[in-house]
């Protein structure tokens, strides 16, 4: 049996734990090896997981990126996303929710985890609770999250948004939300109505306020 099929034969947990260790860079080194490498290190599964976004380089330290891939704009994070690699792809992380990243987002129903660090505040507040109230969970960071001296909660300038988000979540009573996760950094949720507050946090099954 030559290296290929002893491979070839590994269970894709195996597989997956192996791909757990190694940055994107290695992993498309793997793809180099061999047609039977190819084969196996392409299934779209093994890279479900992977951590595709750019917070901006001064959010995480430099360490960080060596296992997340930084696409250079809108243009190439659409063609990463249409890449047959990337199409069971989960984690999807973005500097700045707008119109365009949410019309991407739609595109690509797989996309169950969503982090970002700002909203555009002109962004529709209907198409914003519509596309994220289908996500599993959801990490709003806040420009607060990269700088201690603005005072300023970037939360507030997203008020109309979140709050037409909690609202979704509620609007079919009896039904549970499909968002599972929410996390919070600098959050102030004081403007918005208490009542929409307590509904829609109590379906979720985890809450995290950095």
């Known amino acids: 049996m030559d290296d290929d099929s ?39 599964l093994l890279w479900s997981g992977f951590d595709l976004g750019d917070y901006g380089d001064n959010f995480y330290p430099a360490c960080y990126w060596e296992f997340t891939l930084k696409p250079r704009d809108l243009n190439n994070l659409e063609n990463i996303l249409n890449n047959r690699r990337f199409s069971e792809l989960k984690i999807l992380g973005i500097p700045i929710l707008n119109k365009d990243f949410l019309a991407l987002i739609r595109q690509h129903p797989n996309i169950r985890c969503l982090e970002f660090v700002e909203v555009d505040v002109g962004l529709d507040k209907d ?33 109309e948004q979140l709050t037409a988000l909690f609202e979704k979540m509620i609007e079919d009573e009896g039904n549970a939300s499909k968002i599972k996760k929410l996390v919070f950094d600098c959050s102030d949720f004081s403007s918005i109505d208490c009542n929409v507050l307590v509904k829609s946090l109590n379906q979720l099954e985890e809450l995290e306020l950095l």
């Open 6 to 44: 002893k491979l070839l034969c590994l269970p894709l947990e195996i597989l997956n734990k192996i791909r757990s260790y190694l940055n994107y860079r290695s992993m498309c080194s793997l793809l180099l090896v061999s047609r039977g490498w190819k084969e196996v290190w392409e299934n779209p």
């Open 127 to 159: 198409d914003f609770a519509e596309v994220l109230a289908t996500l599993e969970s959801i990490k709003f960071y806040g420009k607060d999250g990269l700088d201690d001296d603005d005072a300023d909660g970037h939360s507030c300038e997203n008020k």
